[in-house]
Protein backbone atom coordinates (compact mmCIF):
# COMPACT_ATOMS: atom_id res chain seq x y z
CA UNK A 1 0.00 0.00 0.00
CA UNK A 2 1.34 3.77 -0.47
CA UNK A 3 -0.03 6.41 0.99
CA UNK A 4 -3.44 5.81 2.35
CA UNK A 5 -5.64 8.80 3.48
CA UNK A 6 -8.75 9.97 4.74
CA UNK A 7 -10.18 12.62 2.64
CA UNK A 8 -12.99 14.79 3.69
CA UNK A 9 -14.81 16.63 0.72
CA UNK A 10 -16.80 20.10 1.33
CA UNK A 11 -19.90 17.54 0.17
CA UNK A 12 -19.60 16.00 3.59
CA UNK A 13 -18.15 13.01 2.27
CA UNK A 14 -15.00 10.89 3.75
CA UNK A 15 -13.21 8.67 1.75
CA UNK A 16 -10.26 6.47 2.43
CA UNK A 17 -7.92 6.51 -0.63
CA UNK A 18 -4.39 5.76 -2.14
CA UNK A 19 -2.93 9.62 -2.32
CA UNK A 20 -0.87 9.12 -5.64
CA UNK A 21 0.02 12.47 -6.27
CA UNK A 22 -0.55 16.26 -4.70
CA UNK A 23 0.81 19.32 -6.62
CA UNK A 24 -0.86 22.13 -8.35
CA UNK A 25 -3.89 22.57 -6.28
CA UNK A 26 -4.55 19.09 -7.50
CA UNK A 27 -4.76 15.06 -5.42
CA UNK A 28 -4.69 12.45 -7.28
CA UNK A 29 -5.70 9.97 -5.66
CA UNK A 30 -7.49 5.74 -6.50
CA UNK A 31 -9.25 2.85 -5.36
CA UNK A 32 -11.36 5.30 -3.40
CA UNK A 33 -14.10 3.99 -0.78
CA UNK A 34 -16.80 5.95 1.13
CA UNK A 35 -16.89 5.82 4.65
CA UNK A 36 -20.55 4.84 5.83
CA UNK A 37 -21.11 5.50 9.53
CA UNK A 38 -22.89 2.33 11.56
CA UNK A 39 -23.98 1.27 14.84
CA UNK A 40 -20.57 2.01 16.87
CA UNK A 41 -18.62 1.20 13.94
CA UNK A 42 -18.16 2.31 9.66
CA UNK A 43 -18.59 0.30 6.87
CA UNK A 44 -16.92 0.73 3.50
CA UNK A 45 -18.61 1.18 0.49
CA UNK A 46 -17.11 2.21 -3.44
CA UNK A 47 -16.89 5.55 -4.06
CA UNK A 48 -16.96 6.61 -8.34
CA UNK A 49 -18.12 2.98 -8.94
CA UNK A 50 -18.98 4.27 -12.27
CA UNK A 51 -15.39 5.11 -13.43
CA UNK A 52 -13.44 3.13 -16.50
CA UNK A 53 -11.66 0.53 -14.54
CA UNK A 54 -8.54 0.70 -16.91
CA UNK A 55 -8.38 4.47 -15.56
CA UNK A 56 -8.43 4.05 -11.84
CA UNK A 57 -7.12 7.42 -10.76
CA UNK A 58 -9.25 10.22 -9.53
CA UNK A 59 -7.91 13.48 -9.72
CA UNK A 60 -9.69 16.06 -6.73
CA UNK A 61 -9.40 20.07 -7.47
CA UNK A 62 -8.06 20.59 -3.60
CA UNK A 63 -10.85 23.39 -3.28
CA UNK A 64 -13.56 20.74 -2.95
CA UNK A 65 -11.11 19.07 0.02
CA UNK A 66 -11.51 20.20 3.61
CA UNK A 67 -8.69 18.30 4.96
CA UNK A 68 -6.50 14.62 4.49
CA UNK A 69 -4.96 12.77 7.00
CA UNK A 70 -3.68 9.75 8.49
CA UNK A 71 -5.87 6.75 9.05
CA UNK A 72 -6.00 4.21 11.88
CA UNK A 73 -3.54 1.19 11.25
CA UNK A 74 -6.74 -0.77 12.08
CA UNK A 75 -8.21 0.74 9.37
CA UNK A 76 -5.18 0.65 6.69
CA UNK A 77 -5.49 -2.80 7.78
CA UNK A 78 -8.92 -3.05 6.38
CA UNK A 79 -7.82 -1.61 3.31
CA UNK A 80 -4.84 -3.43 2.30
CA UNK A 81 -7.57 -6.48 2.71
CA UNK A 82 -9.88 -5.00 0.35
CA UNK A 83 -6.93 -3.85 -2.60
CA UNK A 84 -3.53 -5.08 -1.46
CA UNK A 85 -2.60 -8.59 -1.24
CA UNK A 86 -4.58 -9.76 1.42
CA UNK A 87 -1.04 -10.09 3.65
CA UNK A 88 -1.38 -8.53 7.19
CA UNK A 89 1.16 -8.15 9.47
CA UNK A 90 0.31 -9.33 12.82
CA UNK A 91 1.06 -6.68 15.84
CA UNK A 92 3.64 -6.80 17.61
CA UNK A 93 4.00 -8.79 20.72
CA UNK A 94 6.30 -9.37 23.69
CA UNK A 95 7.72 -13.06 23.65
CA UNK A 96 7.93 -13.89 27.49
Not at 26 to 45: D, E, H, K, R, Y
Not at 53 to 73: N, R, T
Not at 86 to 95: A, F, G, S, W, Y
Amino acid sequence: MKDVKLIRLITGEEIVAEVLDWKNGILTIQNALVIIPQQGQVGFAPWATVINPDAPEIALDMKHVIYSVEVAPPVVEQYAKIFGSNIVLPEKQLIL
